[in-house]
């Protein structure tokens, strides 16, 4: 049997993470749009193991790493002789090496972007693209910060939205928030902020629902251009790794930051979760909120396949096979702390692979 490398930094933390709750257009790929490609009838199905032997490459978000991860160990404790690579550069960086076709398998956090997208058309890789579970960007603060418990969209962006470069304390973003409409009461305390960087889909994603709705008030008061929209602050500390973004938020007894739900609840009470309000009331990051989308800053998680790759290599289609299964789609993503996605979204998905529907439908 051949062996198995898992190159991702925190699989010692997905392997507790456990949820308590319970759980387009015909264009080409490059436009972010949707082909159907004739399906492949190599690989398992109904969660049997694979038999063939064969290198799978994966990359991508180290949100989605865990899911993975624990996919590739089921898959092998099922019998399958494949050797397996996870790594977790982040979203971006996943798929630049993906439009290259040097992985298999491209792990992401966000969708797709239209560039990435052409990127991967220039290079004549046609891929699919499968939602496999919910997440939510899960802000943090130190425990012993207790006078931060709920923020909302606009006192986000005036900590971290383009306007706030220079801003060290909590109370430097109050003024902004003021005159954006807010009434929070921010401490006079050090805004020490460990987040992630721009290689993340972490990254992306709070850009997009946090910032998105706040950036174009701004924009349209004049306050700031259409290309500072949407972007975040520059002077906090980039990181890449979930771990140092925790790592960070314990640092310090006023830091700020996020991350996704599994790594904040896998860290317990050595952070505190803030919750949002996105115009409907405070919400807590939670398994249900996240599910329902009730907390305002949920989001789906994905993974990419090269089609190609699953035709020439029958072990990457057999894992993807597995991957997708109901059990797989539902027990494992909640083993690595994710929401599972309800059964019309498994069953979209399982169907999207099984015609290997082309393209992206989300980006």
């Not at 349209?220 to 990181?239: F, H, L, V």
């Not at 299964?325 to 690595?336: C, F, G, M, P, R």
């Amino acid at each position: 049997m051949h062996s198995k490398r898992i190159k991702w930094a925190g699989v010692a933390l997905a392997a507790g993470l456990l949820l308590a709750a319970c759980g387009d257009d015909d264009d080409d790929a490059s436009s972010g749009s949707d082909t159907t490609a004739a399906p492949d009838d190599t690989g398992g199905s109904d969660g049997e193991a694979g038999t063939s032997e064969g290198d799978i490459a994966i990359s991508g978000s180290s949100t989605v790493a865990p899911i993975s991860s624990i996919v590739a160990d089921e898959f092998n404790a099922s019998g399958s002789p494949a050797s397996i690579v996870v790594d977790n550069p982040g979203t971006g960086d996943g798929f630049a090496v993906f439009c290259e076709g040097d992985t298999d398998i491209s792990d992401a956090s966000r969708p797709i972007k239209e560039e990435e997208a052409a990127a991967c058309d220039a290079a004549g890789i046609e891929f699919v693209e499968l939602e496999i579970g919910f997440d939510g960007l899960t802000v943090m603060t130190n425990p012993a910060n207790d006078a931060v418990e709920c923020l909302n969209l606009n006192d986000l962006y005036a900590l971290t939205g383009p306007e706030s470069d220079g801003f060290a304390n909590w109370s430097d973003a109050g003024a902004l928030a003021a005159e954006m409409g807010s009434t929070t009461e921010f401490p006079d305390a050090p805004l020490d902020m460990t987040a992630p960087g721009t290689e993340s889909g972490t990254y992306d994603a709070f850009a997009e629902l946090a910032l998105k709705d706040p950036s174009a008030a701004r924009v349209e008061a004049g306050a700031i251009t259409e290309d500072q929209a949407g972007t975040i602050r520059t002077d906090y500390s980039s990181q890449a790794d979930d771990n140092a973004i925790i790592a960070g938020i314990e640092g310090s007894d006023s830091s700020f930051g996020w991350v996704g739900f599994a790594f904040a609840e896998g860290a317990g009470d050595q952070i505190k979760e803030i919750a949002v309000d996105g115009g409907d009331g405070c919400v807590e990051p939670s398994a249900d909120t996240i599910a329902d989308g009730s907390y305002p800053l949920s989001r789906s998680l994905y993974i990419y396949v090269n089609v190609a790759k699953a035709e020439e290599n029958p072990a990457v289609a057999e894992y993807v096979d597995f991957y997708l299964t109901d059990d797989s789609l539902s027990s494992l993503v909640e083993e690595a702390g994710y929401v599972p996605l309800p059964g019309d979204r498994v069953s979209a998905t399982q169907d999207r692979w099984e015609s290997r529907t082309t393209g992206s439908a989300a980006s």
